[in-house]
């Protein structure tokens, strides 16, 4: 399995440009995540899917916007960047198991907003 | 909300000797509470996890100790190692979402 994938690994963009970080995962998980880390900080949740169709806001989702139309995909989309956004993106899977999750992340996505 | 507080945010020991980082979390009815490491240029990686009906789980040389009265868990890595240098992330969890705590960056001298 090559587990949870993010492409690009690095994009610098201008301010009002828009972009779509990818993410996919081959391990059939239901729950799909997308945080970002800013320089020296925790991660903060943006949106998360417990399924196909199925999103729903975090703790920071101003900005950005998601779909699910599959079980393996779940794409985030910067609608006009702004250099607030410049962070690393990481997405993560997990399946709620015994009402426990281990969530498996990507390697990242660093964008730059100049 | 779930919030998580996380103690120290930067530590430094002495390759062989103890590291302990201490987590706090506000939400009672938490029930699991995983640690995960982030080596510089990766994500996170889940290290050790402890559920709420266990008090402490041991792997290797990494532990993790648990008190529901006071709502604080531990990770404790005994004999560090060069590789154990990364930042290290708490949090806790009821259900579909983790709340992770800031983060602590171990540096391990030798």
């Known amino acids: 399995n090559a587990g949870v994938t993010q492409t690009p690994k690095f994009r610098i963009l201008k301010i009002g440009q828009s972009m779509t970080l990818q993410c996919a995962q081959d391990m059939n998980h239901n729950y799909m995540y997308w945080y970002r880390q800013d320089p020296g900080m925790g991660l903060k949740l943006i949106y998360y899917?417990?399924?196909?169709?199925?999103?729903d806001k975090g703790e920071v989702p101003n900005g950005y916007n998601v779909s699910r139309s599959t079980t393996e995909d779940f794409p985030l989309r910067l609608e006009l960047a702004a250099p607030s956004q410049t962070s690393v993106y990481f997405c993560a899977s997990s399946v709620l198991a015994g009402g426990l999750q281990t969530q498996y992340f990507g390697p990242g996505t660093r964008l730059l907003v100049l | 909300g779930e919030n998580v507080e996380q103690h120290p945010s930067t530590l430094s020991v002495q390759e062989g000797d103890s590291a302990v980082i201490k987590c706090t979390y506000s939400d009672s009815a938490s029930n699991y509470f995983p640690w995960y490491k982030q080596e510089l240029g990766k994500g996170p990686q889940l290290i050790i996890d402890i559920r709420s009906n266990v008090g402490e789980k041991k792997d290797q040389r990494i532990a993790v100790t648990l008190n529901k009265t006071a709502k604080h868990f531990s990770l404790h890595i005994t004999e560090t190692q060069p590789e154990d240098s990364a930042v290290y992330f708490c949090?806790?969890?009821?259900?579909?979402?983790?709340?992770f705590g800031q983060g602590t960056r171990l540096t391990i001298n030798p």
């Open positions: 949090a806790a969890t009821t259900a579909q979402k983790l709340v």
């Open positions: 899917s417990v399924g196909a169709g199925i999103t």
